[in-house]
């Protein structure tokens, strides 16, 4: 087979063949095709598209670039999530004890944050002694004593992907349907859950800006995921502000606490709710309503959060978190106001300019590789929708250094919009997509 012609065929607008697509992934992978030439057909594929069939074979040559996990052992009750990234987003932290406590079996890997977006393993690391790298076999024999365990991702699931995401990056060649759907699903697949939900995030803050697109993704990966036998549920939830009030590291984790505690921060305790619900619903059988009604529960007796609490000491964590996390998790020296500059309310948020602030608080990384602050990041006291007086407090923003206060305090200004009217609420909760 010839490269070239691979690329002119796809640049043309024509389906690829079966053994093409595989070719070329076991090429790129052993590093025979160079990053020009995966680079150009990158391109092809973002301008031309690919039919089902071909995002089909795409992730399942990709997936099957590495170790494949094998979790057959736990039958039907493997399952796992996954967002596609936003700010704020700590429903990984409530949702993996809660779906543990009522009989599933949560085996995770998950990523670090990146640009805007966080990732749930740095969450995890600011909790003092967390481990965070597993051997698979330490990964499997927590999920079967404890029922949960969420460790960084193995150096070789999904190689292909991890090579071709980081070339998609620097040639803008993320943005494109089939190439985002492959990418999450070959590493879901490789990962091995026999059921899995997809937090697919619309609006500001996320990758998909628009619910056109979202849905397309959305309706994508399950379609992927059940060409490959496993059952799939895709949310659609809004993004155009954080979830919750913290974005953070340590922050955030204390705001999942406080949800597995029981608190009522509606919008990331409702959708926490239904993803882990989604989750239960598929691998117990149950309806949706009985799964509602047994998280809620869970939350409600002390249930979740003693699971929460097992999951962390078995990860070598400090589990006083559980019950005493600001005792234990790290705090900043420094901190800043931002203030409403007029009576009114806030009218929306550029949700990706809040996590680029919490990036110059040193909260995010803008390279791979670099080091964060895990008490770094801003609390809201404020949110869309809120009425505000001129000069009160809308959000505290926490850092290293007056240096990095200031700075992200200049991009929190920019992002966050005042105006005398009310704006529309919008649903968190967009649409439901089951397979
Ligand atoms: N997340 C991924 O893992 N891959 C993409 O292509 C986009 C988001």
Known sequence: MNMYEIISKKRRGFPLEEAEIRWVVEGFTRGEIPDYQMAALSMAICFQDMTAEETAVLTDAMAKSGDMVDLSLFGSDSVDKHSTGGVGDKTTLVVAPLVAALGGKVAKMSGRGLGHTGGTVDKLESIPGYRSSLTPEELLRQTM????A???QSGNLAPADKKLYALRDVTATVDS???IASSIMSKKLAAGARSIVLDVKVGSGAFAKTED???RLAESMLSIG????RNMTAVLSNMDEPLGFAVGNALEVKEAIDVLRGAEIPDLKNLSIELAASMLSMSKGWSMKEAREACAAALRDGRAIRKFREWIVAQGGDGRAAEDPDAVLPSAPCSAVLTAPLSGYITGM???AVGA???HLGAGRSRMGDDIDHAA???FIRKTGDAVIAGEPVATLYGASDLRLEAALIELQKAIHFGCERPKALPLIIDVLRG
């Open 226 to 229: 059940r060409s490959c036998g």
């Open 177 to 179: 349907v089939p190439l």
């Open 350 to 352: 550029d949700t990706e």
């Open 377 to 379: 990041g801003i609390r």
């Open 145 to 148: 004593e404890v029922g949960v």
């Open 150 to 152: 969420v460790a960084g």
């Open 213 to 215: 697109f979202a849905r």
């Open 357 to 359: 602030a919490c990036v």
